[in-house]
Protein backbone atom coordinates (compact mmCIF):
# COMPACT_ATOMS: atom_id res chain seq x y z
CA UNK A 1 0.00 0.00 0.00
CA UNK A 2 1.30 3.54 -1.01
CA UNK A 3 0.61 6.77 1.29
CA UNK A 4 1.43 9.64 2.18
CA UNK A 5 1.69 12.05 5.53
CA UNK A 6 2.44 15.56 6.57
CA UNK A 7 3.60 16.21 10.31
CA UNK A 8 3.38 19.72 12.00
CA UNK A 9 4.90 19.59 15.12
CA UNK A 10 4.71 22.45 17.69
CA UNK A 11 8.45 23.76 16.93
CA UNK A 12 7.87 24.31 13.54
CA UNK A 13 9.20 21.43 12.20
CA UNK A 14 7.74 19.78 9.26
CA UNK A 15 8.05 16.50 7.33
CA UNK A 16 6.19 15.09 4.16
CA UNK A 17 6.63 11.69 2.86
CA UNK A 18 4.97 11.30 -0.18
CA UNK A 19 3.68 8.31 -2.02
CA UNK A 20 6.15 5.92 0.10
CA UNK A 21 5.20 2.04 1.38
CA UNK A 22 3.31 2.04 4.28
CA UNK A 23 5.94 -0.31 6.20
CA UNK A 24 8.58 2.85 5.63
CA UNK A 25 6.12 5.24 7.01
CA UNK A 26 5.25 2.51 9.94
CA UNK A 27 9.35 2.65 10.62
CA UNK A 28 9.39 6.44 10.07
CA UNK A 29 6.86 7.34 12.44
CA UNK A 30 7.63 4.31 15.12
CA UNK A 31 11.24 6.00 15.39
CA UNK A 32 9.96 9.30 15.53
CA UNK A 33 8.35 8.19 18.58
CA UNK A 34 11.00 6.85 20.52
CA UNK A 35 12.87 9.90 20.01
CA UNK A 36 12.96 11.99 23.51
CA UNK A 37 11.19 15.54 23.03
CA UNK A 38 13.36 18.97 24.48
CA UNK A 39 11.47 18.86 27.49
CA UNK A 40 12.34 15.49 28.69
CA UNK A 41 16.04 16.08 28.06
CA UNK A 42 16.50 19.41 30.14
CA UNK A 43 18.55 18.67 32.91
Same mark, same amino acid.
Request: with cysteine.
Given at each position: ?? @? +? !??? &? *?PN /??? *?D?? =? +?D *? @?? *? #? @? !?????? &??P? +? /?S #? =? &?
Amino acid at each position: MI @A +S !VHV &R *LPN /GVQ *LDLE =K +SD *L @AQ *L #T @A !VIEMLG &RLPC +S /GS #T =K &R
